[in-house]
């Protein structure tokens, strides 16, 4: 019934940018927090930020400085702005959302199929 649609993923030399964008549809009611995750061959899937309904967000150590989340309410989209890439951020990126569906449902976590970056010189 949920679907999440990830969008902007491709291959980009070191030191480029690229923006991530990942809307949620079907049955809403309530959206408590979106955030980006990815995984890496041979490693587990990370955060890699998150953004709450109160608008706070918080990133992993290694994108900070580098990486900016954002999100258009109106839309339920979110939104991953990544500049000066470097080959370590290569990794599926999986859009998240932790939502409830309907009033008589609990919250839980939904998933994107994923989108490949690629940083690659």
């Known amino acids: 019934q949920v679907q999440l649609v990830e969008s902007g993923g491709g291959l980009v030399q070191p030191g480029g940018s690229l923006r991530l964008s990942c809307a949620a549809s079907g049955s809403i009611f309530y959206i408590a927090a979106m955030g980006w995750y990815r995984q890496a061959p041979g490693k587990e899937r990370e955060l890699v930020a998150g953004?709450?309904?109160?608008?706070?967000?918080n990133y992993a150590d290694s994108v900070k400085g580098r990486f900016t989340i954002s999100r258009d309410n109106a839309k339920n989209t979110v939104y991953l702005q990544m500049n000066s890439l470097k080959p370590e951020d290569t990794a599926v990126y999986y859009c998240?959302?932790?939502?409830?569906?309907?009033?008589?449902?609990?919250?839980?976590?939904?998933w994107g199929q994923g989108t490949q970056v690629t940083v690659s010189s």
């Open positions: 998240n959302a932790r939502l409830r569906a309907t009033v008589t449902n609990p919250i839980r976590d939904y």
């Open positions: 953004i709450g309904n109160g608008g706070s967000t």
